[in-house]
Every structure is written in C-alpha cells, then in structure tokens.
C-alpha cells in the first residue's frame, strides 16, 4: 500500500476530506503546497504508527544481509545500509562458518590495552560502538584486529525510512499501521461519532498481534523457550 492511500484510508474513516489522487502532491508530503494541515498532520501520524509497528517486531520483510569485507590492521567497520534502528540478529564469519558472538563495551575495551598484547586473526566477537553520523550506519569493532581479508555476514532488521512521497509503499503490515494511525488521529481530537479511541486502539493491537502471529510462521524457532 502507498503512502497516500494509508492516508486517504484514515482520511476516510474520520470522514475527512481525502487527497486527490490525480493531483497528488510531488516531492516530500512536508514541502507540498496543496495538502492541508490536517492532511499532512496524518501523514505524520501514519509515519508514527509506522515506527511502532516496526519496532514491535524482527518483521522478515525488513532483513537483510549486509557483507563486511575486513581490511588487514583495520578493527571498525560500518555495516552498510543499516540505520540508527537497525537491530543485529546475528554474524557470521563466512570461510568457517563460525557464528560471532556480541560482547560488551567493556570486554573490548580490555581487548585494546596493553597495545604491545593486541590480538591479530580472525575475529571472534563483536561490539556495536556507535553510529556514523555521516551515514548513519551501524559502527561494530571486533576483538581480534583482522590480519587478512575476512568477509563477515551481518543479519540485520533496516526499519524502512519514514515515508515521504505519495508513490512510497509501505514494507510492513498497512492493517495495524492504518489502525494505529487512525487511534491516534481519534485521540488528538477526542472522540469521532461514538467510535471511542480506546476501541480503536484495541483493533489496532489485535491487529497487529495477527500480523506478528503470521509472521512468526516464517521465522520457525524465534519464538520458541526452552526451559535450562
């Protein structure tokens, strides 16, 4: 589903009046000069329920699998087209077939000192240390300074970027994101023609319990517990 339609379906439902589609706004919805206020303000919301929805689970329509391709000396990398949202599932060092462990901030930093004992090899562990504030990209450093060209397979969650022009298509789920748009849209003016907020946000939740349930299908064992 496209950007205006999420918001055209919520438009409609607080019997506002829709977007024309055939006049639909060019460039970014913040800079369009025929939308109204209130337009844009459900733009917003659909981009606030949007990141909720996203957030509420590792959606496998969101995965990717970035490749690091290690530089002999160099510890720090950016797992490209990852995003300050990104999640880490795990990483997989590819010649071996060794899956890395994350560690701590504090265990790496024990890894660095004293600089005359710094281990050189294949990596071992993980840390995320930061994000790159020129590209925004998730920073790792490893445990073990790479001595040779290494490619290690990062899988990952990219929540998408917010969206911003009419023709822009949703990843996730639109049902629970028109949903949890419309509950918050009922919430900021109150109430509309006896359909409470409340009621909506619990069609909102159901909605994307299902959509987590399926979901869950296609990723067999992540929501299993084993007991120790």
């Known amino acids: 589903m496209t950007y205006i339609d999420l918001i055209n379906t919520v438009l409609r439902r607080l019997r506002e009046d829709s977007i024309d589609t055939a006049a639909s706004w060019s460039g970014s919805l913040i800079s369009s000069n025929i939308l109204s206020d209130y337009q844009i303000m459900i733009g917003d919301i659909v981009n606030e329920a949007k990141r909720e929805v996203e957030d509420a689970w590792n959606w496998s329509i969101l995965r990717a699998s970035p490749t690091i391709a ?3 000396g160099t510890q720090a990398y950016n797992i490209p087209g990852t995003n300050e949202r990104s999640k880490i599932l795990m990483a997989q ?3 071996n077939g060794y899956v890395m462990q994350e560690m701590s901030d504090r265990y790496l ?3 660095k000192y004293p600089t005359a004992s ?3 090899g ?14 925004n990209e998730i920073i790792v450093e490893f445990d073990t300074v790479p001595n040779a060209a290494y490619n290690i397979t990062f899988r990952v969650v990219n929540p998408q970027n917010d ?3 009419a023709t822009d298509v949703i990843r996730v789920p639109h049902q629970p994101v028109m949903l949890g748009a419309l509950a918050r849209a009922i919430a900021e003016r109150g109430e509309d023609g ?3 907020s409340d009621m909506v946000a619990m069609q909102y939740q159901n909605a994307l319990a299902d959509a987590i349930q399926l979901d869950a299908g296609r990723t ?6 084993y007991a120790s």
């Open 118 to 120: 710094v281990q050189f």
């Open 70 to 72: 290690t530089v002999n």
């Open 220 to 225: 067999v064992g992540e929501v299993d517990f």
């Open 194 to 196: 006896g359909s409470m």
């Open 109 to 111: 930093q024990f890894t």
């Open 122 to 135: 294949t990596p071992d562990y993980y840390s995320v240390t930061g994000i790159d504030p020129a590209t």
């Open 93 to 95: 060092e590819q010649s």
């Open 163 to 165: 969206l911003s022009l």
